[in-house]
Every structure is written in structure tokens, then in C-alpha cells.
T-cell receptor, first 111, second 113 residues
Framework: QKEVEQNSGPLSVPEGAIASLNCTYS??????FFWYRQYSGKSPELIMF????GDKEDGRFTAQLNKASQYVSLLIRDSQPSDSATYLC???????????FGPGTRLSVLP | DAGVIQSPRHEVTEMGQEVTLRCKPI?????LFWYRQTMMRGLELLIY????????DSGMPEDRFSAKMPNASFSTLKIQPSEPRDSAVYFC???????????FGPGTRLTVT
């Protein structure tokens, strides 16, 4: 059973701070990693994807991948109250074609 | 460009009734996924299609659930008979190819009383 784990939170950070969201996965063969944001009552929205070890930056968001440690993270710089949402980590292995989603981390950015 | 379209957005039905959820993927996308989301179990993959062909239905909970994709622009998820434990939000997602990033529809909130 392939597993993706996330701290359910809630993770509370003050406005302007860096929010760090973490995800670990069990399948060492995993190749592709995705972060989704889901506002309450809405559908998941793709934020970023990362395939290679290291960092990938897009605006205020940075995804970090360490395949040796089976760990992927999402950093949100200059956090805003509008970033308050649940963040879902999704992992795809090299053989299957579907994603396995983590349970999500609820982020609360306090003004 | 229109995103993934789902209908209905809300469905309330009585136990034992048949429920049909509908999805139109993004034009040109070759893969379509059906998910169910609940507080207890999170986001679960039910079934996915590649080029209209069902590839993996291992997530379909039981025989009461069935899904079809008669053409590249339309898919249905049917529950017959429905039960209260089927109450959840059902999402449809599509991707250009399986394994690429998926784009979600707005979801159908199903309540079975």
C-alpha cells in the first residue's frame, strides 16, 4: 500500500512569515510530486509540481524535493491570510498512472 | 478555455435511489479521473480512464458503483442503489496524459438521506 503522509495541522503562522508544509511518501519509486491548494468547499487547485531533487520556485512558492529521504515540502514566503487553505500533496510513481493524495495540511495565516 | 465541468453541483436523494454524476473533461485531455472526498477518508481515487478506456477501477467501493466514458468529452459515475454512507463530494479531474498534472472540476456534493 503506497502511502503519502502529511501533518494534518492546523499550522498557524502570522501574516508575512514563511509557512513550511511537509510531505513524506513510502514508495521509493515515486517520480512526480504535486502540491494542490483546496479552499473550504472548493476543489483542489494545482499550485506546483516537481520531478527533480532540489528546489523549484514559482513566485512566493518553493517546492523542495529530496528523493533519498522520500520527502517533499512546500514553502510559502510572505504568507497572506488568503493562503489559508488545506494543502494536499500528491505523488505518482514511475509505473502507475494515478496519483496518491496525502490527507492534507490545514494552514491558517493570522492577520 | 473552460475547465472540467461537473453536474449536478448538489444532489440530495433518498436511500435506494439511483444517482448519476456527470463530467466533461478539458478538451484535448486524454485521461479522466473520478475521486471521492470525505472528512474521514480524504481524497480517494475511484477509477480512471485513458483514451476512454477504464484502466484502474480498484478504488470503486463495490458493485453499486459504475463508471462509463462513452466518448472523449463525457463521463458518468452511477450509484445504484445509493446509501447514506455514499454521502461525499465527488470530483472529476482530467489531465493531458495520465501522470501529468490533473485539473479538478468543481465537484458534486452528494447527500443520501
Amino acid at each position: 500500500q503506497k502511502e503519502v503522509e502529511q501533518n494534518s495541522g492546523p499550522l498557524s503562522v502570522p501574516e508575512g512569515a514563511i509557512a513550511s508544509l511537509n510531505c513524506t511518501y513510502s514508495d521509493r519509486g515515486s517520480q512526480s510530486f504535486f502540491w494542490y491548494r483546496q479552499y473550504s468547499g472548493k476543489s483542489p487547485e494545482l499550485i506546483m509540481f516537481i520531478y527533480s531533487n532540489g528546489d523549484k520556485e514559482d513566485g512566493r512558492f518553493t517546492a523542495q524535493l529530496n528523493k533519498a529521504s522520500q520527502y517533499v515540502s512546500l514553502l510559502i514566503r510572505d504568507s497572506q491570510p488568503s493562503d489559508s487553505a488545506t494543502y494536499l500533496c500528491a505523488v505518482k510513481d514511475n509505473y502507475g498512472q494515478n496519483f496518491v493524495f496525502g490527507p492534507g495540511t490545514r494552514l491558517s495565516v493570522l492577520p | 478555455d473552460a475547465g472540467v465541468i461537473q453536474s449536478p453541483r448538489h444532489e440530495v436523494t433518498e436511500m435506494g435511489q439511483e444517482v448519476t454524476l456527470r463530467c466533461k473533461p478539458i478538451s484535448g485531455h486524454n485521461s479522466l479521473f473520478w475521486y471521492r472526498q470525505t472528512m474521514m477518508r480524504g481524497l480517494e481515487l475511484l477509477i480512471y480512464f485513458n483514451n476512454n478506456v477504464p484502466i484502474d477501477d480498484s478504488g470503486m467501493p463495490e458493485d453499486r458503483f459504475s463508471a462509463k466514458m462513452p466518448n472523449a468529452s463525457f463521463s458518468t459515475l452511477k450509484i445504484q442503489p445509493s446509501e447514506p454512507r455514499d454521502s461525499a463530494v465527488y470530483f472529476c479531474a482530467s489531465s493531458l496524459y495520465a501522470g501529468n498534472e490533473q485539473y479538478f472540476g468543481p465537484g458534486t456534493r452528494l447527500t443520501v438521506t
